[in-house]
């Protein structure tokens, strides 16, 4: 398969691997250049715009910052858009706005290009193992083309529906449940610190017991550690997560009690410094409040 | 080992099976008749008063349904604590509050006996199958003399330190955990319900992938369905747990704001007639708040 | 005084008769032509665009109904900005947000205008009474001209701050803090009422004692009487000002938990049927929490 | 009228002046001797147990720190209910629990004797002013015996209901709404210090405009000032309403989100080091979370 692959960060390079690996053609484009070197050492062609790179592709896939450069990239001058054949698809695998994946939809389908999302679950090294959990949304012909795709950066996929934003949603909910838990064990350590009790041995019950999922045992053991630096996730993309899941809230009118806590959660983070450290440092905000000193 | 066993209830009667079946020897007391019955069958003797029970025994445990519960059997007339020989170990293994386990601590030094706490995690059906977590505290020498019997109704110990309540705390920090996965899933599904995605989905996409757990496979599953009745654990018992954690905090100077909501949920849930219902019921406030019809 | 009035709705048109009767000049234009006429029958000339209302005025006063509005009739085609003169002053009275304004202080200072924002508290009858109180910001010669305008519409004028957001922010910041009356009330009247005491006793007790300001009184009343409809100041708008302040908030790092709780009131409120009332009817959230039946 | 008055802390000192000065006999009790010496000069009797002080009077007063002392002077040994005569009343003026409440109003039918529930609202100041306003609640008959005592040190009486309690909820209600204006005041002022705008500023709009009410003033001014030593109302004190008013709550089953938040801002403000400040400075924990430096 003919795959054109937009975006060469951590994840973006460790699925091109994936895809190469596994037999894919593909071209790449990436915003600076210093990041192609290692992707063209594999003998994959680096082209010098979007659309470009999407000529003759079967699939363009976007792994992107954020959305601006997701709009930037795919909308903007020489974009994607203008590059991909009639009939393509492009499956934007970044966590995007549930409102730029509908109008990515629109613009697709007034060109005849199919679009499907596909966001991922997974840090870069689950990505380099080809570990991913994928969230995929689209038509069904869009969906059946880009699954050998999929199959080859992600361990499993899940269909969530037709409309391509319904799987940008459910990433972004997943990412709501990420820092639900995170808020969660930050409350339960500064209680049980508080109370003369280990923290190790609290997380170990904890993990060891009803709480063994790898969220509890990855978030448990950084915030047990205060291990917040270099980060996994940084604080302000946590807080942009956590906006996007409240403007869709919003829109489709669902309160989120937990969201809204979580939301003042990075507020405060940012406000007293923590803009560098990973998202799961909010944490220390609980600590904080229960008159820990915090660094 | 001489075992006496203070409260019948569902859990009581299974971890009774399991001691028996280890080759404890087992005396029993239950404050009303039929469900001594089964228990008598198996060759337990069953004492007219806590104090009986507890004459001759090296261990008595107790699992009673609340504070009040614990402190008449313990403390009352005819109580535990007028039965139990010097030396001996008296392990609580309800979920009482820090401050009942506290007292409970000075009662039994007066005396020259032992105490620990052993609370439990699991369902009746956990009991059954000898699969209970326990988080115990206490005195090494309780802890020592204790462990036997623990293994012989639980699949795991963890010990959190020398004071009893340390046990209690982290017990109930346990059940605050839990139903913040119940409200944390609660709000996912009421938003992406909203959005057309179908429950089921989103439930499988996260049990199986990054939210692995027992508790997001359990909660998940009978919100998914709507299966709050016949309850496993009843509505003003998980209330319960979260005002004797509120208080906890208090003492302790914890702000938990996560279970502030929670504690806000139960009362709307019992305002709103779900006080017969599984306590995972507090997950219909989130649908109703997003305007899902609830019954 | 030459004054250019943008925007008669039940405020401008209030406001543009005030300023006529303090004999000021005033020529107008409305997006629509209904609300033009009365206000033509006071004297006041009707243009046909903004920009032409805007030749030869001093001042430009625009009080439109949202950002949109605002946004179009200021920077659009045959904008205010095209047609105002040079060191002439445009003031917007409107609730706008702090990124608009800061937008408006740009456009404005790139033509050699004067910009201030002046936006006022108070209802349409408060408006008709010359009663309004008046948020203004801007540099101090701005200030100077359009005070006279001011003072013939308001009852009194708050001076912020040289920059104009400030004035904005100012606004939202007392919008909020009447929602946070509206809630308290709620709350307050939903606890007595489950207490079995009269709310009008209620009532009465707060608003001849220690909470006898006006907003005790408007909104207490209309919680008491359950009178949402017809809408003094409507859902969406109380809902729209909450959520440019939580953006405001956003950029300046400051969380606001009680703000967070106000917007999902607002969430809750149009998700079950209430959008076409007045935002004090988030009120009915707390009712129905406490399981009062509400209509 | 002869009245018994219970407890000479600042409040009931200057309660007693106001009962002597409008021509009452008063005999008095207090646990410590040294506040009864003003008292006694101005030839109010001192007697040496509530029950020697209540011996023929026609109304007994309590003013009390605590439900611990209110029941200890009332109901223990030498106490208020062993002195005073049948047919007499008991009036309760201190902040207690709605349930102490229920309880004094079974044990004083239980003897004939009459009890009502007379809170106050106002700080010392206003007590010697005669200004207090008094939420009564109580049979009409108690109502009617008592009412000129409580002219005699208030300005305006309201009466709630014929439960004893209502009164007792009512003042909970009203400290709730207190703290409700502390808190959004503490937000509004951490919002717009960070955009840049002295607070003075923003305080004189507020309170000269749409919150003109005592209480914006008061606390608006101590917030303003950072002047939380030496207390007026002290931070435990505040608290404890604030868990009245949760247990009232609960008891009625309603959920109260805003003071779910107040909750956690004095466990805050108690675990920061705050614990000797007046209540108002939980508005530091705003701050605090906006990034600003508090000491």
Redesign the interface.
């Known amino acids: 398969m003919h795959i054109a692959f937009l975006g060469l960060g951590n994840m973006g390079s460790a699925m091109v691997r994936n895809l190469v690996k596994n037999g894919h053609r593909v071209v790449a484009w990436n915003r600076s250049y210093e990041p192609t070197k290692p992707i063209h050492a594999l003998g994959v062609a680096i082209e010098r715009t979007p659309a470009d790179a999407c000529k003759d592709a079967d699939i363009a896939i976007t792994m992107l910052a954020d959305d601006g450069a997701a709009e930037a990239v795919t909308l903007g001058k020489d974009g994607l858009i203008e590059g991909l054949a009639e009939g393509a698809v492009h499956v934007s695998m970044s966590t995007i706005s549930?409102a730029l994946s509908d109008k990515f939809t629109e613009a697709h389908a007034a060109r005849g290009q199919l679009y499907a999302a596909a966001p991922v679950?997974g840090r870069p090294e689950a990505a380099e193992a080809q570990k991913l959990?994928i969230?995929a949304a689209g038509k069904p012909d869009a969906i059946a083309k880009i699954t050998p795709a999929l199959e080859s950066v992600g361990q499993?996929i899940?269909?969530?529906?037709e409309?391509p934003?319904?799987a940008n949603?459910?990433k972004l909910?997943?990412n709501?449940?990420?820092t639900?838990?995170i808020?969660?064990?930050a409350?339960?350590f500064?209680?049980?610190a508080?109370?003369?009790?280990?923290t190790q041995?609290?997380f170990?019950?904890?993990t060891?017991?009803?709480?063994?999922?790898?969220?509890?045992k990855t978030y448990g053991g950084l915030i047990l550690e205060g291990k917040f630096s270099p980060p996994g996730f940084k604080m302000p993309l946590g807080q942009k997560d956590n906006?996007l899941?409240q403007q869709?809230?919003?829109k489709?009118?669902?309160?989120?009690?937990?969201?809204?806590?979580i939301?003042?959660?990075f507020?405060?983070a940012?406000?007293?410094?923590d803009s560098e450290l990973d998202w799961s440092a909010i944490a220390k905000?609980?600590a904080e409040?229960?008159?820990f000193e915090v660094k």
């Open positions: 549930v679950f959990f969230a499993k899940f269909v969530m529906g409309e934003a319904q949603l459910v909910t997943g709501f449940l990420i639900c838990v808020e969660s064990l409350e339960a500064a209680l049980t508080k109370g003369g009790i280990e041995k609290v170990e019950l904890l060891e017991s009803l709480f063994s999922a790898p969220v509890y906006r899941l869709a809230a919003e489709l009118e669902v309160p989120l009690p937990f969201a809204a806590i939301r003042d959660r507020l405060a940012r406000a007293n410094g905000r609980a409040d229960a008159g």
